[in-house]
Nanobody, 126 residues
Framework: QVHLVESGGGSVQAGGSLRLSCAAS????????MGWFRQAPGKEREGVAH????????YYADSVKCRFTISKDNAKNTVYLQMNSLTPEDTAVYYC???????????????????WGRGTQVTVSS
C-alpha cells in the first residue's frame, strides 16, 4: 500500500522560505513521478511542480517559477519543495501526489495522479 506523508508546512512572513518534504512508502519511486499541488480556500487544486524520478524532468507552474524548486532523494524515497520569496498568495494546503510519468501537457491535472498525501498547511502573512 502506498503512503505519502507531507511535512514542513508552517507560518512565515512574506519573503520567507519553507521546505516541504514528502516521504513515500510502498511506491516504485524510481520509475514513477511525483507532484506538488496546493489548494487555497474556495479555489481549485492547482499543480505547483512535478518531477519525474527517472529522467529528472521538472515542470513548474508559472506562478512559482524561479521561486520554488522541486527535488528528490531517491535513497530516502523523498521529494522536496523548496519555496523561497513566499507571498500571501502562496497560502494554501500543499499536497504531494504520485503518478506515472506524465507529458508536459498533463502534469498539472490532479486526475492523472494515483496517490495523495493528506496535505500540509502553508500560511504566509504580509
Amino acid at each position: 500500500q502506498v503512503h505519502l506523508v507531507e511535512s514542513g508546512g508552517g507560518s512565515v512572513q512574506a519573503g520567507g522560505s519553507l521546505r516541504l518534504s514528502c516521504a513515500a512508502s510502498g511506491y516504485d519511486y524510481s520509475n514513477n513521478a511525483m507532484g506538488w499541488f496546493r489548494q487555497a480556500p474556495g479555489k481549485e487544486r492547482e499543480g505547483v511542480a512535478h518531477i519525474y524520478s527517472g529522467g529528472g524532468t521538472r515542470y513548474y507552474a508559472d506562478s512559482v517559477k524561479c521561486r520554488f524548486t522541486i527535488s528528490k532523494d531517491n535513497a530516502k524515497n523523498t521529494v522536496y519543495l523548496q519555496m523561497n520569496s513566499l507571498t500571501p498568495e502562496d497560502t494554501a494546503v500543499y499536497y504531494c501526489a504520485a503518478s506515472p510519468p506524465l507529458y508536459r501537457s498533463m502534469w498539472d491535472n490532479p486526475a492523472k495522479y494515483n496517490y495523495w498525501g493528506r496535505g500540509t498547511q502553508v500560511t504566509v502573512s504580509s
